[in-house]
């Protein structure tokens, strides 16, 4: 087993709300992650450089930095899969274009607690899969 299967993968939740910050950290910590929370883009651009995410949860509509323009600057610096949540995205152009920055999900809110965990296990078995390539 790889050292990834063997520790807390890492997750930067990028999320205004405090309501869903509480449901974001409750269900992530449930499911094996190590969580940690940006309550705005500008908050989760200073975290990001250092802090080696597995996984980003970004919201659509934030304070400061919106989270597309998040997502922009993080393909810069490393790629990172990403959920991307949103009660407003329908645009083909801009879902395609997340997608190009490494948005592997799509979360609507309001959203299931299903869906959220279906996505997680979904992003756990990618993230380790990665990590096993990059290893052999």
Known sequence: MSAVEHRLLRVLVIED???????????????GFEVEIAPDGEDALNKIPGGRYDLLVVDFLLPRVDGVEVLEQVATLRPTPAIFASAVMR????????????????L??????????AILDEARELIRNAAAAEAS
């Open 17 to 31: 709300e405090p309501d869903l910050q509480i449901i974001y950290r409750d269900v992530l910590s449930r499911e």
């Open 91 to 106: 645009d083909p152009v801009t879902i395609q274009h997340l997608k190009n920055l490494g948005v592997r999900w799509f």
């Open 108 to 117: 609507e809110k309001p959203f299931r607690l299903s869906a959220l965990r």
